[in-house]
């Protein structure tokens, strides 16, 4: 997933953001709330992880214009408030889901996963296509029941193609997902990714076609 985080607490943000690129997610963070609007403008995000205490600019009325503005990925609020009163007024905004302080990284990262599913019609963390079978939660591919070893961002380019399938993905919808801003990695580095997976995916039932001059496209044994 690419992921806005915004939060000014250094401590807090730095775990968070250390969490979610550990997990192989491309995180763009931003401290200030007066900096969120440009950034959210300038690139597509996966997914937004809000905190409302902010300098610059409130959280809540950040909430409101990006809804203002249709800006579609899901929002979740990191909150100190509990009351419901409060909660109900942030889902009412547009948030999709919150969190309240203190909370378990663990949490933070299952919830947007849960809301990266939601937006894309999916149920389960698990998408199976023939005899391949991945766990978006558990981080676990099997082929045919056998376990494949993947690398941080062999997993996350599969989960792409995956939630993408008969799909058309840009290259650079691929560079953004993939790798953070202020990593300098050339096209090269994504055609040596897509070529170790496709690789390690010999024997499943899902191939991975170019699109020259666009991207690619993954296509499940029924619609090759």
Do not use: C
Not at 23 to 32: I, K, Q, T
Not at 110 to 131: E, P, V
Request: zero cysteines; a negative charge.
């Amino acid at each position: 997933m690419r992921i806005l985080l915004v939060e000014d607490h250094e401590d807090l943000g730095e775990a968070i953001e250390k969490r979610l690129r550990t997990a192989g997610h491309s995180v763009e963070w931003v401290r200030d709330g007066a900096d969120v609007m440009a950034t959210a403008r300038s690139e597509p995000f996966d997914a937004v992880a809000l905190d409302l205490t902010l300098p610059g600019r409130d959280g809540i009325a950040l909430l409101a214009e990006l809804r203002r503005e249709k800006f579609a990925a899901p929002i979740l609020v990191i909150t100190a408030r509990s009351e419901i009163d409060d909660r109900v007024s942030l889902l009412d905004l547009g948030a999709d889901d919150y969190l309240v302080k203190p909370f378990d990284l663990r949490e933070l990262e299952a919830r947007l996963r849960a809301l990266i599913r939601r937006t894309g019609g999916q149920t389960s963390s698990t998408i199976a296509a023939g005899n391949l079978e991945v766990d978006l939660a558990g981080l676990a591919v099997t082929v045919g029941g056998r376990h494949l070893e993947l690398g941080r961002r062999e997993f996350r380019l599969l989960e792409i193609f995956v939630t993408h399938l008969n799909k058309v993905v840009p290259k650079e919808r691929l560079m953004n997902q993939l790798f953070n801003f202020d990593e300098a990695v050339s096209i090269n580095a994504l055609e040596l990714h897509v070529s170790r997976l496709r690789r390690k995916l010999e024997g499943a039932d899902i191939e991975i076609g170019t699109v020259r001059g666009v991207g690619y496209i993954a296509k499940a044994p029924d619609d090759r």
